[in-house]
């Protein structure tokens, strides 16, 4: 969810930004980014509306509601008063780009994230051809600790447009230190509240362990179309200057809320 947010305001800001022309002058693509993402981190906290881009330090959510049907399963439910806090305080470990391979690598880490709120659901869920009613209504106290994202990304030629960009490969790890959850199931006693959160953040850890192998056919089919469609339009010049252009227009906001 945290990533998918980021990438979408990513792609808005860019799509919201003045065009780029070509400039044979344009900075390394590894300075454009260093800058970027220092001007992305203190931006955070103010927003930026000429892009569209929310205060995301912290990301609020006043209330959503989903339903999810499949087979006998049929679930209804909501979030509200969602505050995720943390996300502008990451630091870059590591970063780096090749000019003649144009790979570009990186090491970022978030020492942690904090989710608060509340949500409810209810109706039928199907286990292994066994139907039983659910009905929840918790408090969420979520911190997912030392998370890390460690990868590596190529240019290549666009497929659509021969002047344009696409990654032709990459490769992403993510990792977790730890996660922390405290949230309390309103219909639920002391003894049992704390069985489940301690199964959760169990859970969670290996859940982490076990879709590592799977991480980049994930990017492969949830964010890899989105991200080359966009590249198309810009060569490594024009993308460079775009990044700097953005984080420009940021800086000149000059946000001084202190998350």
Not at 65 to 74: A, P
Not at 83 to 111: H, M, R, W, Y
Not at 128 to 139: C, D, K, Q, T
């Amino acid at each position: 969810m945290i990533a998918k947010v980021v990438l979408l305001a990513v792609l808005v800001a860019a799509a919201s930004a003045s065009p780029v022309t070509e400039d044979s002058t344009a900075i390394n693509y590894g300075d454009a980014i260093t800058q970027f993402l220092q001007a992305w981190k203190k931006m955070l906290p103010c927003g930026y509306a000429p892009y569209d881009i929310p205060v995301m330090a912290p990301l609020t959510n006043d209330f959503s509601s989903f339903q999810y049907s499949k087979g006998e399963t049929n679930l209804v439910g909501n979030t509200s008063n969602i505050l995720i806090s943390g996300l502008n305080n990451f630091e870059i470990i590591g970063g780096a780009f090749d000019t003649s391979s144009q790979k570009a690598s990186f090491d970022v880490l978030f020492p942690e994230i904090q989710i608060l709120g509340s949500f409810a659901i209810e109706g039928v869920m199907s286990m292994l051809g066994i139907a039983f009613p659910v009905r929840e209504v918790s408090l969420v106290n979520e911190r997912f600790q030392q998370l890390r994202f460690v990868g590596e990304y190529t240019f290549g030629q666009s497929l659509t447009n021969p002047s344009g960009l696409r990654i032709s490969e990459y490769h992403l790890q993510f990792y977790l230190g730890d996660v922390k959850i405290d949230n309390w199931h309103k219909l639920w006693d002391i003894s049992l509240n704390d069985y489940a959160n301690l199964w959760s953040s169990q859970m969670m850890n290996l859940l982490v362990k076990q879709i590592q192998p799977n991480v980049d056919q994930l990017l492969a089919t949830y964010a890899m179309p989105n991200i080359n469609e966009f590249l198309s339009a810009f060569s490594l010049n024009q993308l460079s200057q775009l990044f700097v252009n953005m984080a420009n227009n940021w800086n000149s906001a000059n946000c001084q809320v202190q998350a």
